[in-house]
């Protein structure tokens, strides 16, 4: 075989064995409730943890649950607004602040899913600032 057909094999194994990551872009206004759910959740479930990625980078568990010692919610942020169904894997957030914006994450029996879910959170005072600018710039081009 050439080097041309062997690069081309082994771009094609990489390309194959390579698992897609599932992607979802969620966007809600500061009050307002989310729920996520992973494409499937595969019997028996021993444990479930939710992880929030904010835009710094930090990555916090927002709501865990196992077999032995239950539900738990380590983090102040996730506190008495946020649910987990064990039985599904669904968390629901309620009462949502800008801070709750990031990346989440899944792990069932300590293995972390394929499935992502980007939260984006914003205030009404943002969108109507945005809107303002929107309105701006469009008055700027049309009257110059």
Not at 58 to 70: F, P, S
Not at 109 to 123: C, D, Y
């Amino acid at each position: 075989m050439s080097a041309r057909c062997l690069t081309l094999v082994a771009v094609c194994v990489v390309f194959v064995s390579t698992e897609a990551v599932l992607g979802e872009d969620v966007k809600k206004s500061v009050g307002e409730e989310v729920s996520f759910r992973p494409d499937r959740i595969d019997p028996p479930v021993s444990s479930i943890i939710w992880k929030h990625r904010n835009s710094s980078g930090v990555v916090v568990k927002a709501i865990e649950w196992d077999v032995e010692d239950g539900f738990n919610t380590p983090n102040q942020r996730f506190k008495g607004i946020t649910s987990l169904n064990e039985k599904t894997g669904e968390i629901t957030i309620t009462d949502l602040t800008v801070e709750h914006s990031g990346l989440y994450t899944i792990d069932i029996n300590s293995k972390e899913q394929k499935h992502r879910f980007n939260l984006t959170v914003t205030s009404e005072w943002m969108i109507n600032v945005f809107l303002k600018i929107i309105m701006l710039k469009r008055y700027i081009i049309n009257n110059i």
